[in-house]
């Protein structure tokens, strides 16, 4: 009986924090052709407390059924801006991809090459090297590296919130992850300091969800000095 009940509860966590998708088509803004996807159709504040959190990424962008892969003409994107191509972006797509061999890479590859193809800024790509890092694991560290000079720069533009003070959290994460422990203490003190208003026009220091994974990692940090 009581392992009966430890596979019920098993089983009722995971559902609890599952996610749900829907097949969908849309239309491929390259050949203009139907392009099967799959959308959101369901999930949870769970999602805040994965893994991907310490890269400040969230489902469904670490899920690869949101790379939106059009396989006929080659065009693949995050379904969060699959349409959003001007006319230019659209001509330069097509370029590549008429003289790309059909299986160039692998999907997030052609991916990358082909956001390098869009009109995205310096915000983009900060974000896009953490997904990156999350995704390659053998890679990690280098798409880490990639982001850290974006993000600081990233940071200077940004008003205090909740988004500036994820970005401190990351950027302390980052140096941590590459063996900088000064400047993870640096970033994550600064995290910590931000002072802003909330929707609620209350003052605000910091962020209770980032700083349990502040603390976390100074946790960690602290039990892996010699």
Not at 59 to 71: E, F
Not at 151 to 167: D, K, N, R, V, Y
Request: contains cysteine; glycine residues 6%.
């Amino acid at each position: 009986m009581k392992a009966l009940l430890i596979v019920v509860l098993l089983i009722f966590s995971a559902t609890c924090q599952s996610t749900t998708w829907a097949p969908s088509t849309v239309t491929d803004p390259i050949s203009g052709k139907q392009c099967h996807v799959y959308k959101v159709a369901s999930y949870g504040s769970y999602i805040y407390q994965w893994e991907s959190k310490f890269d400040g990424v969230y489902w469904p962008n670490t899920d690869a059924r949101w790379r939106w892969d059009c396989r006929e003409s080659g065009y693949i994107s995050f379904g969060s801006d699959f349409s959003d191509l001007t006319e230019e972006e659209v001509e330069r797509i097509s370029a590549f991809l008429s003289n790309t061999p059909s299986r160039y890479g692998g999907q997030f590859e052609r991916m990358e090459a082909i956001y390098k193809l869009r009109n995205k800024d310096d915000k983009f790509w900060a974000w896009f090297y953490r997904v990156k890092a999350y995704w390659h694991h053998s890679q990690a560290d280098v798409a880490r590296r990639e982001s850290i000079p974006l993000l600081e720069s990233h940071t200077e533009m940004l008003a205090p919130g909740f988004e500036l003070i994820q970005a401190y959290f990351v950027l302390g994460e980052y140096y941590r992850r590459i063996n900088d422990a000064a400047r993870a203490e640096e970033n994550f003190a600064l995290a910590r300091s931000v002072q802003w208003i909330d929707g609620d026009g209350l003052h605000q220091t910091g962020s209770e969800y980032i700083e349990e994974l502040i603390q976390e990692r100074l946790d960690l940090m602290q039990r892996q000095l010699p």
